[in-house]
């Protein structure tokens, strides 16, 4: 089982619908991070958070720590908005590292 | 601005080959990490390095190596490739690990 599960796997949106990618975790976490890969594309980092909300243009992402969940939230979707979603959770201490869920395909039609 | 830089962008290399992927950072980050990326199984980590002289293992670090001589350079080696390492890797680095992490632009390894 991951540790880091994400819902749902895949969306498919119409334009200018609000969309709300899931993502829950197993144990306590240091930080959570929000990141975008496009197709073919690179990785890019939306958010890292590690307690509350935070909000970039139409994006925004709250974490609730004690429910161990995160949502991320796209308002008046685009089809640039096309892209996989990638939660990761940030363990610290010795181990000191990123565990990534699956991802969430996203497809946001004209 | 160069951030975090990978080569090669792709490469095929015949099993049983040995094969070093290369990263680059120039922003001075601490944590540097290497991922495998394959469908349906999202991104797992091979091996991290938390500052320059140490190294740690990931998930799946078997038939990887890595090395951290200096702050900028964490170079990935495949000693003696298999077709199982056909993946998309991507190199990362964070000041810390609690910070926010910047990627670079993947190397799509095919093993034949």
């Known amino acids: 089982k991951n540790e880091v599960e994400q819902s749902p796997q895949n969306l498919t949106a119409q334009e200018g619908e609000f969309i709300t990618i899931n993502c829950s975790y197993s144990?306590?976490?240091?930080?959570l991070h929000w990141l975008q890969q496009h197709p073919g594309g690179g990785i890019v980092s939306l958010f890292m958070?590690?307690?509350g909300k935070k909000k970039h243009g139409r994006l925004i992402a709250t974490i609730n720590i004690q429910e161990k969940h995160s949502s991320l939230h796209i308002t008046a979707s685009h089809p640039r908005d096309s892209a996989v979603y990638i939660c990761?959770?940030?363990?610290?201490?010795?181990?000191?590292?990123?565990?990534f869920g699956t991802g969430t395909l996203l497809a946001v039609q004209p | 601005t160069a951030g975090i830089t990978q080569a090669p962008t792709s490469q095929i290399l015949a099993a049983g080959r040995s094969m070093t992927l290369r990263c680059t950072q120039d922003?001075?980050?601490?944590?540097m990490y290497w991922y495998r990326q394959d469908l349906g199984l999202g991104l797992r980590l091979i091996h991290y390095?938390?500052?320059?002289?140490?190294?740690g293992k990931g998930e799946v670090p078997d038939g990887y190596s890595v090395s951290r001589a200096n702050t900028d350079d964490f170079p990935l080696t495949l000693a003696s490739a298999v077709p199982s390492q056909t993946s998309v890797y991507f190199c990362?680095?964070?000041?810390?690990?609690?910070?926010?992490?910047?990627f670079g632009q993947g190397t799509r390894l095919t093993v034949v």
């Open positions: 990362a680095s964070s000041l810390e690990g609690d910070t926010e992490a910047f």
């Open positions: 144990v306590g976490i240091s930080a």
């Open positions: 958070l590690s307690s």
């Open positions: 990761a959770v940030y363990y610290g201490g010795a181990t000191n590292k990123l565990i």
């Open positions: 922003m001075r980050h601490n944590a």
């Open positions: 390095s938390n500052t320059a002289g140490t190294t």
